[in-house]
């Protein structure tokens, strides 16, 4: 599987950002997508993850109310949109995905299998 983000870019505070996700290959293996993100001097961290129907998101508390994670099965391809964007969502933003259901473990914290190479959002005022 082979993931492509797009979609960063300079935005400015209170603004909004969609990122995109493309899978190719075995996408039937991209069970659980999610975005991962990593700013300078920080640790990579958890921002959001979907389940294959589509019927189950996951949030980390920072962006909840503001992101909003969603994927279009047939176009293999899993977005998140940043409404409300701070100078703290500054940062390399990830995805990944993962060919286990939810439920053998929980979306945040597990290791998933493929990752993309990051697309850089830089939030500034």
């Known amino acids: 599987v082979q993931l492509q983000a797009s979609g960063g870019g300079l935005v400015p505070t209170g603004g909004c950002l969609r990122l995109s996700c493309a899978a190719s290959g075995q996408t039937s293996w991209t069970t659980v997508m999610g975005w991962f993100r990593q700013a300078p001097g920080k640790d990579r961290e958890f921002v959001a993850a979907i389940s294959w129907s589509g019927t189950s998101t996951f949030y980390a508390d920072s962006v909840k109310g503001r992101f909003t994670i969603s994927r279009d099965n047939a176009k293999s391809t899993v977005y998140l949109q940043m409404d409300s964007l701070k100078n703290e969502d500054t940062a390399l933003y990830y995805c990944?995905?993962?060919?286990?259901?939810?439920?053998?473990?929980?979306?945040?914290?597990?290791?998933?299998?493929?990752w993309g190479q990051g697309t850089q959002v830089t939030v500034s005022s």
């Open positions: 990944a995905a993962d060919p286990r259901p939810v439920y053998q473990a929980s979306p945040p914290s597990r290791i998933y299998k493929y």
